[in-house]
């Protein structure tokens, strides 16, 4: 991150830096437009009410006030102020409800844009962060295979950023019927609650976690013990995932003919058809986790998130769920399914762990020195004729020493310096140098080509 | 825009509007890169006290509060507080200051970002919109070259838009130093209140104009018509600029070796170095136009605006100049030159005047039908050797009627339906339709190819 970045929790990148944070943006859009999803963009600022509705984070919210008004802020209700939006998802549910005759359902979209979040300024945390996002939204009912299409659609973009230092990422499902089947069995009704809590257990342990479900959410230490085994189990595939969920079934006297089974029975075959079709196109891509309980109130079908091998400390880096009941008009739902990589936490983790970094930082491969300012203009005609063939080239700034021109170049990252034909050596051509090997030769800037390796600005990964 | 946006001022595109936005956005960003300018991003918040201290639009910003504040927002001075961005100038200034010592000067750098502008509501005006700037920033100094080179990249790009509908544009530049000069030869000495007063030529005509630069900037009535003598003042070439400007200055006795005279000479001698580069480079795109003055008071050189053919109501939709003191850390100046296009109202100029549009929602080229759940698997096996070979593609949401499925891909404008082989078909192998030439053929995934006229997402004007 740019150093000395003056205002705590709103990073912003130095050149070279913004290069890797732009081709991550490129490779994301890239297979979301690959994979048939729509790019939109909507506003930054929704209602307050809309803001204040839904989601976790509904509490970190920035309302905006004009210059004229300050001093009144407080003369209009926050449901009626602008606030920025502190995730995709409020926006996409707003966007595909006012837009919905514009729409072709199911609605499957991209988005990769600024959030904002008004925490208290706190170390290592972003107040302003790009996030990526895909969903698929249908209108009155949506089909469950989505929500085994959608982790693997970011899987394969999460695939594509290793070649940029991020390590190989592991989505961990689980299925909100599945847990609430299984916690109902069990007789226990603060479903809420007792997801809240199971929430934390990486956080504050399992032993902390069985206090609070007993103390707060009206278990017994049975029925705590049972929860913590549950969130104990894991799976690769659908059948271990059976097997493994009805012995625990069977231990805890939860009968497949009971209707919480019933329930926990469609999440898991859900989740099962997951990680099977998972482990067909990607083996080893998706497990099911049944500790993933995801702290947002509004899903309500399978829940993901997203781990790297290696990274334990960043958490999860892409995280999502369907939710069937956030956006609705009259008594018509708009079910979804999506999945939010949190960006801005990737790019700086390419930066400053995995070393990623640009070749260059300007995207010219040419800069075309200048011998005398007369002569600026026979160098713009120079320069035209590379672009003009899709070849990025600067001009010098001035008509410095000719070693002042590369240093120029090399500062930037430069490869080719261009010689124009002086005009007072007889029959002496253009030349052109490659600062980087030393080799210089002949050329026509209307048919000279750089090398392919230092034709394009690119990222690459220390070794 | 999208019908039934529900904030005013704050627009919002449908997806197929979007498609246009994104690929003015992409062409803009590669003629920027072409010309070596490095792309960055700022955060969208400043300091209060940056965002106030320059520009006409200073007193049109939206301030942050975080809802924990809300009530005891004045609390807190509003230079201490947080404040979107009006503009992308006020940022670089900052972020250059801030990072010079990671940066190479000059440095050129390109920037495509929302800005906000907190006004009242009003019809046609944005709160919300995209910017697209190139600036050069000196550290010291900086070549007065490159106010002839933004301009030009800036025609330039622009020329690449009228693909998507826009007319010729035509740069209209004028120089502060010219226009300042020639009131002060003239015996006046309030020179930002004439600038202001010439700047309203267009809105209020010149007897207006007249009055006020009568009443309310010390000018007698031979000055002010004086002044709007030299605001008529236009010319396509260095030599005319000349001959005009110097035919005014000895009608109004301004002698050649008066100091007024020397410094309106040293803006006119870089106002003809502009014309006639232009003029060298792309004849007819850049005129000398002495009425130009812009409103801001940073601008210390050159300023530019830029007018379609025939669409004046749309007014400047590119403006900038050279800027002398915006930024310094200490005693040490970092002159720009910049210009920046509303790229918004462009957009918007784009869709419902020029009749831009996309040829498809959806960057699918390619649905897969499915014929039965069961066999979605092999459907999305088919579309993933699509994509691997860079052929976007989609499944079909359902296993509905063949009917349904092919409306669903028409109403995306996804061009081909492709058709798995019926496993109950012995030996018949997959085949794929264009349903809009309604040519049908035997294909295989692994090495079929769309036709290039359907194989990508592009942007057409109606005749």
Redesign the interface.
């Known amino acids: 991150m ?6 705590s929790g ?6 070279s830096e ?2 890797v ?2 081709r991550v943006i490129d490779t994301l859009r890239s297979v979301f ?13 929704e ?1 307050g009410s809309s803001l204040l509705k839904k989601g976790e984070t509904s ?10 008004e ?2 009144h ?2 003369d209009t209700p ?1 449901e009626d102020r ?3 939006h502190f995730d995709l998802t409020v926006p996409l549910s707003r ?1 595909v409800v ?2 919905s005759g ?3 359902f ?1 609605f ?2 991209w988005q990769i844009q ?1 959030v ?1 979040r ?3 300024p706190q170390e290592g945390r972003f107040r ?1 962060f790009v996030q990526a996002d895909i969903d698929v939204i249908g209108n009155g009912d949506l ?1 469950d ?1 989505y929500e085994v ?1 959608l982790p693997l659609v970011m899987v394969s973009a999460l695939e594509r950023l290793r070649e940029f230092g991020l390590p190989k990422a592991t989505v961990h499902a689980n299925n909100r019927k599945l847990s609430e089947g299984f916690y109902r069995g069990l007789g226990l009704t603060d479903i809420e609650g007792v997801l809240r809590e199971i929430d934390k257990l990486d956080k504050i342990g399992a032993d902390e976690v069985a206090r609070l479900l007993v103390e707060g959410c009206g278990a017994n230490e049975h029925q705590a013990f049972a929860c913590l085994e549950l969130a104990e189990l894991t799976a690769a595939d659908g059948a271990e995932l059976a097997e493994k969920f009805d012995a625990l079934c069977a231990k805890h006297a939860i009968t497949t003919d009971s209707d919480a089974y019933a329930l926990a029975r469609q999440g898991l075959d859900t989740l099962a058809m997951i990680v099977d ?1 998972a482990a ?2 990607r083996p080893g891509s998706v497990i099911a986790d049944l500790k993933i309980a995801r702290g947002l109130d509004y899903y309500t079908g399978s829940v993901y998130e997203t781990f790297l091998d290696g990274a334990a400390a960043l958490g999860s880096i892409c995280s999502g769920g369907r939710y069937d009941n956030l956006a609705s008009q009259g008594s018509r739902k708009y079910p979804g399914v999506g999945l939010s990589i949190g960006l801005s936490r990737l790019v700086s983790y390419m930066l400053h762990t995995a070393g990623a970094h640009a070749n260059r ?4 491969s040419v ?1 075309v020195a200048v011998w005398n ?1 007369a002569d ?2 026979a160098c ?2 120079i320069a ?1 004729q590379l ?1 003009a063939r ?6 010098a ?2 008509a410095a020493k000719l070693g002042k021109q590369i240093k ?1 170049a090399d ?2 990252g ?1 490869p080719y310096v261009w010689f124009p034909a002086d005009a007072a050596e007889d029959g002496a051509g253009d030349e052109v140098k490659n600062i980087v090997t030393g080799d210089q030769q002949a050329a026509d800037a209307r048919s000279w080509e750089p090398d392919t390796v230092y034709a394009r600005q690119t990222v690459t990964v220390e070794a």
């Open positions: 740019a150093k000395g970045a003056s205002i709103f990073p912003e990148w130095l050149p913004r290069v944070e732009q437009e690959l994979n048939g999803f729509i790019g939109i963009e909507t506003r930054a600022v209602q509490k970190e919210i920035y309302l905006l006030s004009r210059l004229q300050v001093g802020e407080s926050i602008l606030g920025l966007y006012e837009h514009d729409l072709a199911p499957k979209r600024k904002w008004g925490e208290r302003e089909p295979h299409e079709e067909r196109i930082v300007s995207p010219a800069l300012e600026r203009s713009n005609v035209n672009r899709g070849i990025a080239a600067d001009v700034p001035t120029y500062k930037l430069i």
